[in-house]
């Protein structure tokens, strides 16, 4: 590329635009942003997008790691078309406003919610191996629907955080040169500079994981160097690429090179005379000159829309030349599902063998995988634990490994839990419809706590496959029995929590989690057999609870999911012996249940009637559905699974005798319902 005037001052109403954002707001970073205009600049510039058309799928995608950076991707949407007005811009960090603190995924132009450090040049692995498969599933020759790249921009921030480690060394395993990572080579974190806590290098950690190193040494001011730099990462085919770009943190400031400039706004007189310094009036606030918006519409905007044009052009011609392919990649563009796919959900009747909730959950999977194409996934090393992987499965590896193929749909993603789940926003996240998913012990999840929580506050309906879901775990014991796990999860807006009883109810939380468009699905599944139970069916269980068993005039309600469901129907056989009769409610999501009417709710726990939930772990959160709580509100133990549930008193007396007292506590009391709500 060659660079003009105009590039400079470009890049200088960046820097001020940013600024200002962030003083009027009297709260943000402006430090990163005039550090990484040149970047921002340059790359934006070559990148293959279109303002007006956010969503095409063969745009370029960037990512700004370190969200706290957000001012700067502000500005670039503003400059280059995106609908992201100067207004907006003035209402950075303001309640209600298009511009948050961070930036968030709904925003057009904003790929990923970044924030949490290391999330984001995680989600960008993610991208770029939704973006390899998709070509490796579309492209055809004469028809290169899709060749883009994803860039990124992290700091220290981001490569400090375990996470960032995980997904590296996953890419570089998997050969990502669509993968571009500017490194903000800074020095600078809040705490001061980096030598008091980060001294490693770098970039030998990251030629070690198999990517390609780069260096520009002066990124205030080089755009050549940054340009080249880029232009050499683009020729690097079988290697992912970090630019170690040095840059001075808050560039052109009175206190440029301090950690003071990190993450707070200018000094009114600092403010001024940089933007002085960078040629503009000190006395006013939110300037772009025409040359600039002229600048980015010829060298961004029209280029963007003229290759969005061809693209469905081709397309069009495309869908002529490979109809069945074609007529799939529009259908998933659509968002939508193959038309009848419900249909190959599997469905049991009660005198179907019993059978662990994981292996029934594979079982849809391999009923499944070639109806639904979109589904991609794979598990944290525990493919035979997880049992996530269909038989035809082919694994999604670099071709020249002879292992598999980037239009495969298994992903060996390692022991790397917290990666997996930052990886499969990603995915989510590049659009096509992909529907991702990972394979982890349920405990284990607590390691991708940060990323499920993106999940869920972004809207990638990702899937969790978490085995191994209680004490039933057995002998690993209490490391590897997922007590709390249940609470932690259910605690979080916006995401199914799913602990199936049957293989109905697995059937139903995948059907929930196949179609769901904003919210994440975590499906707890047990390790041991568990039997196909009398009253369960898809339509029941999707509402997220419903009576499984009843009798005339009951004397209590048993409330339980996952294996306790079975446990509480064999407790009401005692209890009828001694002439208490037990109504049996399965609850197998919390989120689903919810969303039900009152009506519904009460027709299922209604007042008057004491309510007992079983479940072996915590029973945190079922104050809103139970009067009285059978749980583990311990950590668990190490044994044979079934001296465990017998240890804890996870037995049908273990229950009935807890019944029986609840149904003496409560007795002559008046009851109302807790799902009865005051507002």
């Given at each position: 590329m060659t660079f003009?005037e105009?590039d400079?001052?470009?890049?200088?109403?960046?820097?001020?635009?940013?600024a200002?954002?962030v003083s009027?707001a009297n709260s943000?970073?402006?430090?990163a942003?005039l550090?990484?205009a040149?970047a921002?600049h340059?790359?934006?510039?070559q990148m293959?997008?279109?303002p007006k058309?956010p969503?095409?799928?063969?745009?370029?995608?960037?990512v700004l790691?370190?969200g706290?950076?957000?001012?700067l991707?502000?500005?670039?949407?503003?400059?280059?078309?995106f609908?992201l007005s100067?207004e907006?811009?003035?209402?950075?960090r303001q309640?209600g406003?298009k511009?948050?603190?961070?930036?968030?995924f709904?925003?057009?132009?904003?790929?990923?919610?970044?924030g949490?450090?290391?999330?984001?040049?995680?989600?960008?692995?993610?991208l770029?191996?939704?973006?390899k498969?998709f070509?490796?599933?579309?492209n055809k020759?004469?028809?290169?629907l899709?060749?883009?790249?994803i860039?990124?921009?992290?700091?220290?921030?981001?490569l400090?955080?375990?996470?960032s480690?995980e997904?590296?060394?996953?890419?570089?395993h998997?050969?990502?040169?669509n993968?571009?990572v500017v490194y903000d080579?800074?020095?600078?974190?809040?705490?001061g500079?980096?030598?008091?806590?980060?001294d490693?290098?770098v970039a030998k950690?990251?030629?070690?994981y198999?990517?390609e190193v780069?260096?520009v040494e002066?990124g205030?001011e080089d755009?050549?160097?940054i340009a080249?730099?880029i232009?050499?990462?683009?020729?690097?085919v079988n290697k992912?690429?970090?630019i170690?770009m040095?840059?001075?943190?808050g560039y052109?400031?009175l206190k440029?090179?301090?950690?003071?400039?990190?993450?707070?706004?200018?000094?009114a007189d600092?403010?001024?005379q940089?933007?002085?310094?960078f040629?503009f009036n000190?006395?006013?606030s939110f300037?772009?000159?025409?040359?600039v918006?002229?600048h980015y519409?010829?060298?961004i905007?029209?280029?963007?829309q003229e290759?969005?044009?061809k693209?469905?052009v081709?397309?069009?011609e495309?869908?002529?030349?490979?109809?069945?392919?074609?007529?799939e990649?529009?259908?998933?563009?659509k968002g939508?599902l193959?038309?009848?796919?419900?249909?190959?959900?599997?469905?049991y009747k009660p005198?179907?063998?019993?059978v662990a909730?994981?292996?029934l959950s594979?079982i849809v999977?391999q009923?499944?995988n070639?109806f639904i194409?979109?589904?991609?996934?794979?598990?944290?090393?525990l493919t035979?634990?997880?049992?996530t992987r269909?038989?035809?499965?082919?694994?999604?590896?670099?071709d020249?490994t002879?292992?598999g193929s980037y239009s495969?749909?298994?992903?060996r993603?390692?022991?790397?839990?917290?990666?997996?789940?930052?990886?499969?926003?990603g995915i989510s996240a590049?659009g096509?419809?992909?529907?991702p998913?990972?394979?982890a012990?349920?405990?284990?999840?607590?390691?991708a706590?940060?990323?499920?929580r993106?999940?869920?506050?972004?809207?990638h309906?990702?899937?969790?496959v978490?085995?191994h879901?209680?004490?039933?775990?057995?002998?690993?014991?209490p490391t590897?029995?997922?007590?709390e796990?249940?609470?932690?999860f259910r605690a979080l807006?916006?995401i199914?929590?799913w602990?199936?009883?049957?293989?109905?109810?697995?059937?139903a939380?995948?059907?929930a989690?196949?179609?769901?468009k904003h919210?994440p699905?975590?499906?707890?599944?047990s390790r041991q057999n568990?039997?196909?139970?009398e009253?369960?069916s898809i339509d029941n269980?999707?509402?997220?609870g419903?009576i499984?068993q009843?009798v005339?005039?009951?004397d209590?309600?048993?409330?339980?999911?996952g294996?306790?469901?079975?446990?509480?129907?064999?407790a009401?056989?005692l209890?009828?012996?001694?002439?208490?009769?037990?109504?049996?409610?399965?609850?197998p999501?919390?989120?689903n249940?919810d969303k039900?009417s009152e009506?519904?709710?009460?027709s299922?726990?209604p007042?008057?009637?004491p309510?007992?939930?079983?479940?072996?772990l915590?029973t945190i959160g079922?104050?809103?559905?139970a009067h009285q709580h059978f749980?583990?509100?311990r950590f668990?133990?190490s044994?044979?699974?079934?001296?465990?549930f017998?240890y804890f008193g996870?037995t049908p007396?273990?229950?009935a005798?807890r019944?029986?007292?609840t149904v003496?506590?409560?007795k002559?009391?008046?009851l109302?319902?807790?799902?009865?709500r005051?507002?």
């Amino acid at each position: 590329m060659t660079f003009t005037e105009i590039d400079k001052l470009a890049v200088s109403t960046i820097r001020v635009l940013s600024a200002d954002q962030v003083s009027k707001a009297n709260s943000g970073h402006p430090g990163a942003p005039l550090g990484l205009a040149p970047a921002a600049h340059v790359i934006w510039s070559q990148m293959k997008m279109n303002p007006k058309n956010p969503d095409w799928i063969a745009r370029d995608r960037f990512v700004l790691s370190n969200g706290h950076s957000v001012a700067l991707l502000y500005s670039m949407l503003h400059l280059t078309g995106f609908p992201l007005s100067i207004e907006d811009l003035k209402q950075f960090r303001q309640l209600g406003s298009k511009t948050p603190g961070h930036p968030e995924f709904e925003l057009p132009g904003v790929e990923v919610t970044t924030g949490p450090l290391g999330q984001g040049i995680s989600n960008a692995v993610g991208l770029a191996i939704a973006q390899k498969n998709f070509a490796a599933t579309y492209n055809k020759p004469g028809f290169t629907l899709s060749d883009s790249f994803i860039y990124a921009i992290c700091g220290d921030g981001c490569l400090q955080e375990g996470v960032s480690s995980e997904a590296s060394s996953l890419a570089g395993h998997l050969q990502l040169g669509n993968l571009i990572v500017v490194y903000d080579d800074n020095k600078i974190t809040i705490d001061g500079d980096t030598s008091i806590s980060f001294d490693e290098d770098v970039a030998k950690r990251y030629e070690a994981y198999g990517w390609e190193v780069l260096y520009v040494e002066n990124g205030n001011e080089d755009l050549e160097a940054i340009a080249k730099a880029i232009a050499q990462a683009k020729k690097s085919v079988n290697k992912p690429t970090l630019i170690k770009m040095t840059t001075t943190i808050g560039y052109g400031s009175l206190k440029a090179g301090s950690h003071s400039v990190h993450g707070s706004p200018l000094a009114a007189d600092d403010l001024k005379q940089l933007k002085s310094k960078f040629g503009f009036n000190s006395e006013k606030s939110f300037q772009v000159p025409q040359e600039v918006y002229d600048h980015y519409q010829s060298t961004i905007l029209k280029p963007g829309q003229e290759a969005n044009a061809k693209w469905d052009v081709l397309f069009k011609e495309y869908q002529q030349k490979y109809p069945e392919l074609g007529a799939e990649l529009a259908r998933r563009l659509k968002g939508e599902l193959p038309e009848g796919w419900e249909s190959k959900l599997p469905t049991y009747k009660p005198t179907d063998s019993a059978v662990a909730t994981r292996k029934l959950s594979e079982i849809v999977f391999q009923n499944i995988n070639e109806f639904i194409p979109e589904i991609i996934g794979g598990s944290a090393d525990l493919t035979p634990s997880n049992l996530t992987r269909w038989k035809e499965a082919v694994d999604f590896q670099p071709d020249n490994t002879k292992l598999g193929s980037y239009s495969g749909r298994y992903i060996r993603y390692g022991i790397r839990e917290h990666a997996m789940g930052a990886i499969l926003n990603g995915i989510s996240a590049f659009g096509a419809n992909y529907i991702p998913y990972g394979g982890a012990f349920f405990n284990f999840l607590n390691y991708a706590a940060g990323a499920i929580r993106v999940s869920a506050l972004s809207g990638h309906p990702v899937i969790w496959v978490a085995t191994h879901d209680s004490i039933g775990v057995g002998e690993d014991g209490p490391t590897h029995q997922p007590i709390e796990s249940l609470a932690h999860f259910r605690a979080l807006p916006n995401i199914h929590v799913w602990r199936p009883a049957d293989g109905n109810e697995v059937s139903a939380a995948y059907k929930a989690a196949f179609t769901s468009k904003h919210t994440p699905s975590i499906i707890a599944l047990s390790r041991q057999n568990l039997p196909q139970l009398e009253g369960s069916s898809i339509d029941n269980a999707i509402k997220g609870g419903y009576i499984l068993q009843d009798v005339e005039n009951p004397d209590i309600i048993l409330a339980a999911t996952g294996s306790e469901v079975s446990l509480s129907v064999e407790a009401s056989k005692l209890l009828a012996s001694k002439g208490i009769n037990a109504r049996v409610v399965s609850l197998p999501d919390f989120f689903n249940f919810d969303k039900q009417s009152e009506d519904y709710k009460l027709s299922v726990l209604p007042d008057g009637i004491p309510i007992l939930s079983i479940e072996a772990l915590s029973t945190i959160g079922w104050g809103k559905y139970a009067h009285q709580h059978f749980g583990l509100d311990r950590f668990g133990a190490s044994g044979k699974a079934p001296e465990v549930f017998k240890y804890f008193g996870f037995t049908p007396e273990g229950v009935a005798t807890r019944a029986e007292k609840t149904v003496a506590f409560y007795k002559g009391k008046e009851l109302i319902s807790p799902v009865r709500r005051a507002f």
